[in-house]
């Protein structure tokens, strides 16, 4: 019966983030005029420290069993929130490269064709991890790593740099 309880919030939880990812298909006029007031900064090297399975792990030796399951669970929250605001300025991305992509500069419609691409893989990303990190959020012990995530946001925003556009300050790691 327990079982049977979870999954059923699971897959409502599931339901509830498909939604809220679609409804990007649906962009006000308004955010593709002026894209970048739009879309918001994820900060890539905060991210990529929330889902360091390394770090999770030392967090794990220096806390207690249950101080530990308290802020993994808020590193998740955190975790899911920069999944799912890379997913919305996916979603503004894709729109601008698919307009982009009839330019008859062929270095930009080629750069724009990469963006389209790079920002379907993300969303597709975003789907395959929200899941998993609502998972373990139940389960702390769990280790999943949403590391596809980060690697398809980085080659996105190096694509809007070739195309010429502005990002917010913190979207690209410094490693970039």
């Not at 919030?9 to 955010?31: E, W, Y």
């Not at 879309?39 to 770090?55: C, K, T």
């Not at 992509?101 to 419609?109: K, L, Y």
Request: net charge positive.
């Amino acid at each position: 019966m327990t079982i049977s309880i979870i999954l059923v919030v699971l897959a409502s939880l599931s339901l509830i983030f498909l939604i809220r990812l679609t409804k990007g298909h649906a962009l006000a006029p308004q955010v593709l005029e002026n894209p970048e007031r739009h879309i918001r900064s994820v900060n890539v090297d905060a991210f990529r420290n929330l889902i360091d399975p390394d770090e999770a792990e030392y967090l794990r030796k220096w806390l207690s069993p249950a101080d530990f399951r308290r802020l993994q669970r808020e590193r998740l929250r955190c975790a899911i929130e920069y999944i799912s605001t890379a997913a919305q300025n996916a979603a503004i991305l894709m729109r601008i490269g698919e307009a982009a992509r009839r330019s008859p500069d062929p270095a930009t419609a080629a750069a724009a064709a990469k963006l389209i691409d790079n920002a379907i893989h993300l969303r597709i990303y975003s789907l395959q991890a929200m899941p998993r990190l609502y998972l373990a959020m139940i389960l702390p012990g769990a280790r999943m790593s949403p590391v596809r995530v980060l690697d398809t946001y980085e080659q996105m925003t190096r694509q809007v740099i070739l195309l010429g556009l502005k990002y917010p300050a913190g979207s690209v790691s410094s490693s970039l």
